[in-house]
């Protein structure tokens, strides 16, 4: 492995665990049981477009549980990572437009990038797809990435009352949250 892609590895990596610290700093701050939706894809964007007037954000106040508020921050990190290097926010001009509403117990999100370089579907998937798609299955639900020529449309639907699966070691202990459960060297 070369020099180049161990340091790109690095970066994309220390931006994933950034972006676990914010949601994690997010859900705790004041004793808090969960995070904020807009805070939560504000924090992500705020890296991507420094300048508010590049993105809109559009839906009702959500308060996530920790579980699914950890999950989105990686599903949104990976896109506004995305944004900023490949897509609408790597043109001056360019814009994300997110607007998100409640059905039926799940979040429904659109997030639509406009603006920036004509966008082609890839010859196969990235990791960053890959993740995007997984965490959606994990919450119970879909991400939709379509490559449209006037920018990447993410359509995702997920479960707000999915809980993202704890450690299975965690689970024979009788421990009920697994963030605090001891970690053994094997």
Not at 19 to 30: D, P, Q, S, V
Not at 68 to 94: D, I, R, T, V, Y
Not at 122 to 143: Q, W
Not at 161 to 166: C, Q
Request: glycine share 10%; hydrophobic share 45%.
């Amino acid at each position: 492995m070369g020099v180049a892609l161990v340091c790109d590895f690095a970066e994309v990596f220390e931006g994933r665990l950034a972006a676990l610290g914010r949601a994690n700093e997010l859900i705790f701050a004041e004793r808090s049981t969960g995070a904020n939706l807009t805070q939560l894809l504000e924090q992500e964007l705020a890296g991507a477009a420094p300048n508010p007037s590049r993105y809109t954000l559009e839906g009702p106040e959500i308060a996530l549980h920790p579980d699914c508020a950890f999950a989105l921050s990686l599903l949104f990190h990976e896109l506004a990572a995305n944004a900023e290097q490949h897509g609408s926010l790597s043109a001056e001009e360019g814009r994300v437009d997110i607007r998100w509403h409640l059905e039926e117990g799940d979040l429904v999100l659109a997030w639509t990038e406009t603006g920036g370089p004509s966008v082609r579907a890839p010859r196969s998937p990235g990791f960053g797809n890959l993740l995007i798609t997984y965490t959606a299955v994990k919450l119970k639900g879909s991400a939709d990435l379509l490559f449209k020529h006037s920018g990447l449309c993410c359509n995702l639907r997920v479960s707000l009352l999915a809980r993202w699966p704890r450690r299975r070691g965690a689970m024979l202990l009788g421990i009920r949250d697994a963030r605090t459960a001891p970690v053994r060297a094997m």
